[in-house]
Structure formats: C-alpha cells, structure tokens
C-alpha cells in the first residue's frame, strides 16, 4: 500500500478537499446551489463577517481607496445603490462621519439598517427627484466623492445588460458632475465592455485623470470593474453635466 509520504501528501488534505461542499436540496436551483457553495468558500465573505462589514463588496472600495486614495477625513460622500451599506461603511470610517455630524449619504430604492454617522434614503436613484432628494439630505453642500455600486439584475442578453449598465453609469455622472466640489472624485461599478466612448470622453474633460481598475477583491471570473475619475475641474457657468454638451 502506498503511503502518505510517497504520495507527497504528507497527510495534509489539499485545499480542494478542505472546501465546503453544497448539496442540491429541494426547492434550491443548481445555480443557487454553487452559488451558496461559493460564498461559503469565499474568504472575503468570511472577513466581511469577522471585520463587521455588511458584504464583501466593502473590500471592493476598500482597496481601490487604499491604491488611489480619495477618502480623506472631513469629507463629503454620496452612495449610490447603497444597500446592503457595505461601501457606507467604510466611507464612513475614512471621513470620520459621525451621528452628530454625518458626511456620507447613500440611497437605495431596497430596505437597509440604519449605519452610524450615514444618512440612507430610500428612494430609486433614477426617479426624478432623487437627486434633488440627496442634495437636500447634503445640507446644500458639495460633495467630495461620488460612488456607485448600481448595477440593474441581469437578464441573460450581454448587449441589453450593457446598455443597462452604460445608462446607470452615465446618470450617475450626470449627477457627480452637478454636485462635486472642484478635485473630487467619481467611482462607478461598470461591466465587460468597458465604458461607452461618449461618457469616458466626457468624463476626461471633467477630471483630471480617469482609468479602470479591477480591486483584488472582484472575483476573477466576474466581469465586473471601476471606473475611477479623479482630480474634478469644476463646472462652468451654465454648464448642465449632461455627456453631450
């Protein structure tokens, strides 16, 4: 019989063996079920729990925050499609937002506990007076950083996901462009395909700098990145952010 040390196993179990496997019950698709087997395996999931994140999205803004470093304390924040409120979280943390003076504002049209030091509405970001309904909430003030996890649910067509997508990114701009004090920032969630060519070239006359960055945190096999744009130039006057002024 062959032994362990022959074998070069050592007695040790591969990390394949360690995995948690799921089995198909009834009621549960085989899409949910490797889903909840990959979140079970998933070490950012693990941490989410234990650092008291609300989802392993927070490493997402986390990271690119750490390379490209655009929160600094005193700083206004808007989140848009905020729930669960992972990304409020750390915003809150890096601006030092508290519930005496609140500097991060998120909106979701879904339900989310309350964060300390962040003001959430609920609302759609996409109907009409949501923009109006964050400024309010911002006191009147500028924001420093604007931010977007938004992403519609997929329906299965690659093309009709990416207008989707494209159009979540572009009002999204629309808005960061009307409320961004001058070196602000804008990060938004964008999708396999990249970002349209009209709103990347509107964007660059607006920043100073913009690039696409996929945090070590994104799975691999998502075709999920950021789009990041730094260093606001500010509006002009009578300038309305819209892409094709």
Do not use: C
Request: glycine share 10%; net charge positive; aromatic share 6%.
């Amino acid at each position: 019989m062959a032994n362990n040390k022959a074998l070069g196993t050592g007695g040790r179990k591969s990390d394949k063996d360690l995995k948690i496997r799921v089995k198909t019950a009834k009621g549960r698709t085989v899409a949910s079920t490797k889903w909840l087997q990959r979140q079970l395996n998933d070490p950012y999931v693990a941490r989410a729990r234990a650092e008291g994140y609300r989802s392993r999205a927070a490493f997402k803004i986390k990271e690119i925050d750490e390379k490209h470093k655009f929160f600094r304390k005193g700083m206004r924040v808007v989140d848009l499609g905020a729930a669960p409120g992972g990304w409020s979280q750390v915003a809150a943390a890096a601006v030092g937002s508290t519930v005496e003076k609140p500097l991060v504002v998120g909106i979701d049209y879904l339900d989310m506990d309350p964060i300390p030091g962040v003001i959430l509405l609920k609302k759609d970001f996409t109907e009409e007076d949501a923009p109006a309904m964050l400024i309010e909430a911002m006191g009147g003030q500028g924001a420093d950083v604007v931010m977007s996890d938004m992403a519609w649910p997929t329906t299965g067509h690659r093309a009709t996901d990416h207008l989707r997508i494209v159009h979540l990114i572009e009002i999204a701009a629309d808005f960061a462009i009307q409320v961004l004090r001058p070196g602000g920032s804008f990060v938004a969630k964008v999708f396999q395909g990249g970002t349209e060519h009209e709103l990347l070239h509107m964007l660059k006359r607006h920043f100073n700098t913009t690039f696409h960055v996929k945090p070590p945190s994104s799975r691999k096999d998502s075709a999920e990145a950021y789009l990041v744009a730094k260093g606001f130039k500010g509006r002009t006057e009578g300038e309305d952010g819209q892409a094709d002024e």
